[in-house]
């Protein structure tokens, strides 16, 4: 399957990317290239293999051949990283094995799915990312990196930076929604959140981007489905946040499982070595995502392992999850010289480098320190961390006839729902090791709120799910029995107002989740009905991984307050929000569909050719619905009201070497002090190539007490009206551009400017 011709062009890449580096003196380049001139092939091949633990750390390994040949593969140095050992002893009794049996003494890596918090949960990252505030969203990644190095875990596979634009793909709860703009800032503050500014400290890890590239574009939202979009889009939209966190020093990158033209992301070369360490000068190393190797095979774009693992080392993945392609074929490659020495060494030294920069060299067990396990890890201090985020992360959708805040001195509640005393979903899927029914639910929330002389009318009224739920991607939902309904109408017909908490298990987003039916799951629609009967006052707290189509709620709510799935304070943090201790303030990073036939659904869209009727119906619309989602890109509510003043710039044209300044007032003319998410847009509306209706280019929260205004001032360079060609050139072009500010991505002003020369 592989040509003559390929091989020589893979061969012309390979050496140039390998070339480009400049020869430097460190004492990191100078212990590192020390070691490895004392290196058999075998055992630099060993470093590029990386395993799943096989048996409980800490006591002795099970006799079957897979785990006595895991132990004997880590005693001799044939392990380079391991994944899923967690906790102070395991990773000591681990690493023992491999520092003190192997020649070298090497230690090993220690990596886990960190993505929300390890014990501690924080709010889900699509749920963070709503606060549009990288101090928030850097907080969340630090708590989690203490407690996990705490826990003798050098290295998380986050953040998830993928645009994703396709609430059916159920991995969107992983990111930062469907801007590449906001994903690159809010992803940078992740992997500053996670690396500290000093990698050797123990209380920070090495963070991974993943996945490249272009996974979230996935057919029909169906997971690791196949991906087929265009250079322009891979360049504008896919690739600025992984650029972003390359520039910004992020230590490891994760390919994804997705081709792009025609080629495994594992076996690209362009991305990897050409794009990737080269052209982006990144230094660190690249891990395949599980058995994505092997997966090459399966995509039909290699014979067998053999081959797979010749087309990943190519292409420049360096270290393999699971597929066990290197430890198997690589040194039989070399022999064979269809792999040049020179490509394992590459990798090799950039994995070794990473080690040295965690402090592994000079201390192999520093991070699996009992003590400090036993201190930092759910401490009151980082449960407090994530009920500030989490209050922060919530966005309120609807608030009509200002119901909300609530007084805490009202007299009777109603607090219904098959989400609203349960303390197990709101710490979200990506759990790490989170603690079963460890969250404060909302009904506790609540009820730590409230005046002592407050009723609370609790009914659960319906359950969501039928029978076990964890990793099972297919769950089963009550779909019959409506015998708690009568409880709950009984509750909501002495309650002043009702809180009906809805939306989803926790268990139907995440990976391998994609669905095709994205409304309310089970008999909650029909609850909400039943209640409204009898009720008007109702507000919905929503609980959900994705953007539901939710066009009911949105006509018959009073209220709808979004918070995912808030982590481990969520109940606390929901009735902070509820009682008006904090003012919400975030703002959806994702559009919410009015059905699932809009997705994929997104703000950043091109006009097409005919955007608008023009008298006829030949034009680009649906007839049974509006092209407009429910809820906007940028959306989000207040209890107080924000007034835009006159938008103006500094000049009406700049050259390609000049900025512009954009200036506007913000006045807070409601009641409560509040901070408004102010956000600017661009347009190119002639360009070389066909640009989007609107790109966010920046943003500020601001915060004014009732009566208050501020003067708010934008800088702009020129090249941020830029962007790449399909073979990724940047362009900067001549010609008027549009600016729009506002609270949101539909409800802007327009200014205009020209750029010339």
Known sequence: MITKMNLIILSLLLLSSCNQKENTTSKEDVFVEDLLSKMTLEEKIGQLNQRTSRWEMTGPAPKNNDSQDQLEEIKQGKVGSMLNVTGADATREAQKLAVENSRLGIPMIFGYDVIHGYKTMFPIPLGDASSWDPEIVKLSAQVAAKEASAAGLQWTFAPMMDVGRDARWGRVMEGCGEDPYLASVLSVARVKGFQG?????????????????????????????????????????????????????????????????????????????????????????????????????????????????????????????????????????????NVDEKLI????????????????????????????????????????????????????????????????????????????????????????????????????????????????????????????????????????????????????????????????????????????????????????????????????????????????????ADAILETWFAGSEAGNAIADVLFGDYNPSGKLTISFPRNVGQCPIYYNHMNTGRPSAGGNVFWSHYTDSPNTPLYPFGYGLSYTDFEYGELTCSKTTITKNESIEVNLSLTNSGKYEGEEIIQLYIQDPKAKYARPVKELKRFKKVNLQSGESKNISFTLKAKDFGYYSPEGEFLIESGEYYIYVGGNSQEVQQISFSIIG
């Open 197 to 337: 500014e000093n990698l050797s400290e123990n209380n920070t890890i090495a963070a991974c981007a993943k996945h490249f590239a272009g996974y979230a574009f996935s057919e029909s939202g169906r997971d690791y489905n196949t991906v087929d979009i265009g250079t322009y889009t891979l360049h504008n939209i896919v690739l600025p946040p992984f650029k972003a966190v390359a520039e910004a020093g992020v230590s490891t990158f994760m390919n994804s499982f997705n081709i792009i033209n025609g080629t495994p992301s594992t076996a690209n070369p362009y991305l990897q070595r050409e794009l990737l360490k080269g052209q982006w000068n990144f230094e660190g190393f690249v891990v395949s995502d599980w058995a994505s190797i092997v997966e090459i095979s399966t995509h039909g774009a290699a014979e067998d392992l053999k081959e797979a693992a010749l087309l990943a080392i190519k292409a420049g993945s360096d270290m393999d999850m699971e597929s066990n392609a290197y430890i198997n074929h690589l040194a039989e490659l070399a022999e064979e010289g």
């Open 345 to 556: 060494d590459d990798a090799v030294l950039r994995i070794l480098k990473i080690k040295y920069k965690l402090g592994l060299f000079e201390d192999p067990y520093k991070y699996s320190n009992k003590e400090r396990e036993k201190e930092l890890i759910y401490s009151k201090e980082n449960r407090d961390a994530s009920r500030t985020v989490a209050k922060r992360s919530m966005v309120l959708l609807k608030n009509e006839k200002q119901l909300l805040p609530l007084s805490k001195q009202i007299k009777s509640i109603a607090v219904i729902g098959p989400l609203a005393a349960d303390k197990d979903i709101p710490l979200g899927s990506w759990r790490a090791k989170a603690v079963k029914n460890s969250a404060v639910s909302l009904l506790e929330g609540i009820q730590a709120t409230v005046s002592p002389k407050t009723i609370i009318n609790y009914s659960k009224g319906c359950n969501l799910t039928l029978g076990d739920r964890g990793f099972r991607t297919k769950l089963s939902y009550e779909e019959n029995d409506k015998s708690g309904f009568s409880d709950a109408i009984k509750a909501a017909q002495k309650s002043e107002v009702v809180i009906m908490a809805i939306g989803e298990d926790c268990w139907q987003s995440g990976e391998a989740r994609s669905q095709t039916d994205i409304r309310l799951k089970g008999l909650q629609l029909d609850l909400f009905n039943a209640i409204k009967k009898v009720n008007k006052n109702i507000i919905v707290v929503l609980m959900n991984g994705r953007p539901l189509a939710i066009p009911e709620l949105a006509k018959d």
